[in-house]
């Protein structure tokens, strides 16, 4: 592991809330074993060393409107966007960790990459594999490829919920996620 670059690192790290971040569409989660490791660190406040989550703001995050498929997913996006002036962040991986955050109702620590320079960055620093293309072009063109037929698109808190609503993810998780509601 290198040592921090404090201005990228004030730059591109923030602490977001789940609703600022849209999540990607694989749902469930595909690991529950995963989501439970992460959950209790998150709950015994042991996840301050793992890595931020990448994420792009969607100014930069726009999916490609080459085919008849991706076309109508940009008009779902774009109205679920103006719906959701909030979300202005695309997860490019992290779904458990996310998950297991919002459901300890922790803030999400986040990467917000701008230029390829803070992805080589956070490849640097990490002593864990940042699982992300290498360039915001590259990553776009990834997310627009996991959202060519999508119209449905959910933030981490919409997500959460509804993995809580449908009764998902062990009963210990729900009942601690519902407890914190107010």
Do not use: W
């Not at 726009?62 to 779902?76: C, G, H, K, V």
């Not at 060519?148 to 959910?154: A, D, G, I, S």
Request: proline share 5%.
């Amino acid at each position: 592991m290198q040592l921090l670059d404090e201005n990228i690192e004030r730059r591109i790290r923030k602490s977001l809330l789940p609703e600022q971040i849209i999540t990607l569409n694989d749902y469930p989660v595909h690991n529950v074993e995963v989501l439970k490791e992460y959950f209790n660190m998150f709950c015994n406040g042991e996840y301050v060393g793992l890595p931020p989550v990448p994420v792009l703001h969607r100014s930069i995050a726009m999916l490609p409107t080459s085919s008849e498929d991706s076309l109508s997913s940009n008009l779902a996006l774009q109205r679920y966007l103006q719906d959701n002036p909030v979300a202005e962040y695309f997860l490019l991986n992290g779904n458990h960790r996310t998950t297991a955050a919002t459901l300890s109702r922790t803030l999400i620590e986040v990467y917000a990459f701008e230029q390829d320079s803070d992805i080589d960055y956070a490849r640097m620093i990490s002593d864990e594999d940042i699982m992300v293309e290498p360039t915001i072009s590259a990553n776009c063109d990834d997310l627009g490829r996991h959202f060519c037929r999508t119209v449905r698109f959910e933030t981490v808190r919409e997500k959460t919920k509804r993995m809580v609503a449908d009764r998902l993810i062990p009963l210990r998780m729900i009942e601690y996620y519902l407890a914190g509601k107010e």
